[in-house]
């Protein structure tokens, strides 16, 4: 990024908004033995140091001095962004532990018809009750005016959706790993009386370890009847299920159908339901009815994950898994 701003003119930016401390600077400074030095190779020594990221920078330049900090928080950089909200790398000031904060948009944080506040912090408290290896911990929700943002674990790897864009279909065992792992989380959430709402292949995390974590429980929390249910992209593909099969929306079985799509995918390198943006085709009940046999698209998988898959896909709620229990422990038997 251009910019005719000094290194002194950084440096001073830095100093009021607290990223920098009086002491960091004089390391800095030191290292060059003079405080006339150039703008770009002051800024790469900050960053060599550890003392700023790129991100800061970013944000110094153009002149922000708010977004440095949530709380204890200082703000790293943006690892993800969504529809109502961002989601930053962020490390504890006191202890310097990393976490991810998810800060609710600004126009999504103020009164009048876009306010999400009471939304967001509910389903932050309602994820906050969760603590299980295949959910991402909450440990703090902060809703104060404007200022609104969720505090998690930083999971050291990448969503599922974009494992699966690099990588494509996967080997049946990796598979059969990964859906375990989500419907440990489910059935965890279950037990609690906690339905996910909305499952999907970017709301699963699979750490640099190879474990799959949940992300973003509390949708079924939230109030909203089926009208504001088929507006909402993030539940559009929900409401259009609940639909189709006549169930409540905080139904269990609807979580195992997702669950079941990601783990048909997964197996088959190809989607169950058809792909498309267009919302009365996500509501039409024939996109879940036209779902082909896994064995169809993929003749190679074995039987057992096959009949694994159909049964979490059935669009007779009856004849799906009634728990994630259930499906969970013939995964566990199939990757045996």
Aim: net charge positive; with cysteine; glycine share 8%.
């Amino acid at each position: 990024m251009a910019t005719t701003l000094t290194a002194e003119k950084l440096a001073q930016r830095a100093l009021d908004v607290n990223v920098l401390s009086e002491q960091d600077l004089q390391a800095v400074w030191g290292e060059f033995g003079t405080r006339n030095v150039e703008y770009e190779p002051f800024k790469q020594a900050l960053v060599r140091r550890g003392l700023l990221t790129n991100y800061q920078i970013d944000r110094l330049v153009e002149g922000y001095r708010t977004g440095f900090f949530y709380g204890d928080y200082k703000i790293l950089y943006c690892v993800g962004a969504g529809t109502f909200a961002r989601v930053f790398r962020a490390s504890h000031v006191k202890t310097g532990e990393l976490f991810a904060v998810k800060v609710l948009r600004a126009r999504y944080s103020r009164p009048g018809s876009d306010d999400k506040r009471e939304l967001f912090r509910r389903e932050g408290e309602l994820g906050a009750q969760l603590k299980h290896p295949n959910i991402v911990a909450i440990h703090e929700v902060v809703s104060n005016g404007p200022t609104n943002y969720i505090v998690m674990d930083f999971v050291e790897g990448q969503n599922l959706r974009d494992f699966y864009k690099v990588r494509g279909k996967f080997d049946p065992l990796d598979a059969t790993r990964i859906a375990a792992d989500i419907m440990a989380g489910l059935n965890y959430a279950f037990l609690k009386g906690i339905t996910h709402r909305d499952l999907k292949m970017s709301n699963v995390i699979v750490s640099s370890e190879g474990d799959s974590k949940l992300l973003d429980f509390g949708l079924a929390g939230m109030e909203g009847g089926d009208e504001a249910d088929a507006a909402n992209p993030r539940t559009i593909d929900y409401a259009g299920l609940e639909r189709a099969t006549n169930v409540r929306k905080d139904d269990t079985r609807s979580d195992i159908f997702f669950a079941g799509c990601i783990y048909y995918q997964l197996l088959s390198g190809r989607p169950a339901l058809s792909e498309t943006r267009e919302r009365s085709q996500r509501l039409s009940k024939s996109r879940f009815m036209d779902i082909k046999p896994i064995l169809d698209v993929a003749p190679q998988v074995p039987m057992p994950l096959a009949r694994i898959v159909m049964k979490a896909i059935e669009l007779d709620p009856l004849r799906r898994y009634q728990t994630p229990g259930e499906m969970l422990a013939d995964l566990k038997l199939a990757a045996k």
